[in-house]
């Protein structure tokens, strides 16, 4: 479990001065990684470091000599530590290193991104059971959280081809739908695309296939975290998921933010899991008995929503949602570690592991249009009289995360935005 | 499509003597394409195909100059149809190529083998109705058949990372399961380890996202067929698989026979696919009406299980059962890909598409221990007095599978077996 050292200092600023202001998502406390290049430029892609508004390229400066993400991710948590020290004090107020790295750094506005590592597999799981429940209930009014949700966390493999990074478009898919009454399914352009505010985690150091990775030490294969957004098509999904899972409902594209903020940076942010009384103690290897206090993490989320005719007009997205992971998920980073690999699963750096659909308690925290509207029965009305039941096509929907506590510095994950598009 | 053309024709024969034996799995007219290396000798995975009883080393030819798998596969059909004709130009008797040829042959049995291309995503399908029913029987027993199988072929996504080559061990998996009648799940290792009989088809070319692959072409961005082996823990798969299917009752472990059989090789041995007169005609992006007649394939089909005692008083492995695609399959390869790109999903170069369970329509045909045994409920007593409900811990489970037809050469392809151990 990675601790909070002088890294976290608040006290701490930076040469990169735009890293200073208040508010920014990647000051000196965060320096999460990603791949970019500069726009318009033919090159290959490049590790950087997000720092204020400019990225520092990780290879010019000599702290890696690789361009492979999956190499760096793979590394031990001591060689990630030392990586994330050299990089707070370099690029300190006052370091030595300032003349030098600055012909390092790229404006963050000038570069182009892609997903910020190779993804082997990726993983989904359903790790919110406000969303499971109210979802359930839509699917299966008589029996909305299955027996099985309060013992293992509910997961299932999913696309990693059609993983876009934020920025990118889709179309909206087509496939087959079956209404109740219909007798016969059809088949044309989904009627009920929905979009799902999720975390995604990515796996550092993997494990040997046939080797589980104990809960007290999961969390030390992890890399780091990013916003992720798994494009649904719940018409789609309605017809084609028993009794295997979603499918094609899901895997015409799912969109992440460009930065992954390192288990390292989201120290200073964890969180109690508290478990209601009612609810069973999972089972041992589920539960890490030494870290109860701290195992969960404090991520502010929120989701806004810009439609095309906003976007014409310069409108600025309005929010559909906003919750924090401390409300919304069930279980915790390290469990589904842990529970992903009990079988002997073996997970590889770069894996993807999705939360699921991140929905707190409230109504209003809902992560899918699918329960903010109760499946399209009652349309939101937007502020400029647009109103939606789900996206149509031209719609962008924006995520975005921050941590926020007291004695620390906030850090932000970026944005994670996707636009849908005609088919 | 693929074309019979020459290179089918049965009179031909090679240099390499073994490849004219009756009964060898890789006659001339076959020539799959695998990753092998000389067994104890520190070297990468080269591309080879298999002649007889031999390995063709094709970059030593200079039919190719990659080591990589997947650049092959990704060529045009046409490139891999000149690739295939040199190949058998090559490999007559009478060639010129003989001498020069013969240095760059390798025994098979002193080579190691890996999973012949890099797998990026990994779908499994259903395509057996058989299998579909009497599975469904057995988890839903008022409800075996669900209302969408006719019209979808049922797929989800699997694990790329666990999938191993054909004569690997892998570990009993560990989880949780829960009998009907217990008041909460246990852990422990699974006690009702099964395999499942497949077929695994590569794709080659890919697609763009956003793009569909039309049915009348489907066939074209497929590379070849393996045998596959989806081990499954039926009691794990129980309990975790609703609402999104399986997880990690199929995760831990999947093998591949080590030979691609190209499409190109397969072009004999076609069959029609005849739908009953009650089932309903699919969508329109299903079906190839200019292809009716030759859109399946026959291939031929057998399991074989060793156990630890057989192995150890030298006995031969004994069927557990056989079948034929052309009797198991309700959805083709065509399909499959048509289906899994409708909606904009991209497929890639290497992944693979899992048949689903291959069982026939007669008991005798099944192609898992929980149809065989009916869930256990009708254990199998082997010739030796062993029994058996489930796999136990030093069972080796052999697929295998041919096709035959008049008129043409038999192929085979290969063998694809493994080993349970002990957790």
Not at 144 to 152: A, D, H, Q, R, S
Not at 165 to 185: E, H, N, W, Y
């Amino acid at each position: 479990m990675y601790d909070i050292d002088t890294t976290h200092d608040p006290k701490l600023k930076s040469w990169v001065v735009s890293a200073n202001q208040t508010g920014c998502d990647f000051p000196l406390q965060n320096l999460p990684f990603g791949r970019f290049k500069l726009r318009g430029i033919e090159s290959g892609w490049k590790i950087g470091v997000a720092i204020g508004d400019q990225v520092l390229d990780l290879r010019a400066v000599g702290l890696i000599d690789t361009d492979d993400m999956n190499c760096v991710m793979a590394a031990s948590p001591e060689a990630r530590q030392l990586l994330r020290r050299k990089l707070s004090e370099g690029l300190r107020e006052g370091s030595s290193q300032h003349p030098l790295w600055t012909s390092a750094l790229v404006p963050q506005d000038e570069c182009e991104y892609t997903v910020p590592c190779r993804v082997g597999d990726y993983t989904d799981f359903y790790t919110s059971v406000h969303h499971a429940t109210t979802v359930g209930k839509q699917f299966r009014p008589d029996n909305p959280l299955l027996p099985n949700y309060k013992w293992i966390p509910i997961g299932y493999h999913g696309r990693a081809s059609s993983i876009r990074v934020s920025g990118s478009t889709f179309k909206r898919p087509r496939g087959q739908t079956k209404a109740p009454d219909a007798l016969i399914p059809s088949f044309g352009p989904s009627k009920r695309l929905d979009y799902e505010l999720e975390l995604g985690w990515f796996v550092g150091a993997g494990n040997e296939q046939g080797e589980p990775i104990d809960i007290g030490n999961a969390e030390s294969h992890l890399f780091g975290v990013t916003l992720f957004n798994d494009w649904s098509a719940r018409d789609i999904q309605g017809w084609e998921y028993q009794p295997l899972g979603p499918f094609l409902s899901k895997n015409f594209a799912s969109t992440v933010s460009p930065w992954m903020v390192t288990m390292e940076a989201l120290a200073p942010f964890r969180a109690a899991f508290e478990r209601a009384a009612e609810d069973p103690q999972p089972l041992p290897y589920l539960e890490d008995e030494a870290n109860r206090a701290r195992v969960a993490f404090s991520i502010s989320l929120e989701v806004l929503l810009q439609t095309a005719k906003m976007r014409e007009a310069s409108e600025a997205p309005v929010r559909l949602s906003a919750t924090n992971t401390s409300r919304a998920a069930y279980w915790t980073p390290a469990q589904l570690v842990a529970h992903h690999t009990v079988n002997g699963c073996n997970l590889q750096p770069g894996d993807l592991l999705g939360s699921g659909t991140l929905s707190g308690p409230e109504s209003t925290e809902a992560g899918s249009l699918m329960e903010l509207t109760v499946s399209g029965k009652n349309p939101i009305t937007l502020p400029n009289g647009e109103v939606r039941s789900f996206l149509e096509d031209g719609d962008t929907l924006i995520l975005r995360g921050w941590c926020e506590t007291d004695g620390a510095t906030r850090i932000g994950l970026g944005e994670c935005s996707g636009t849908v598009v005609a088919p």
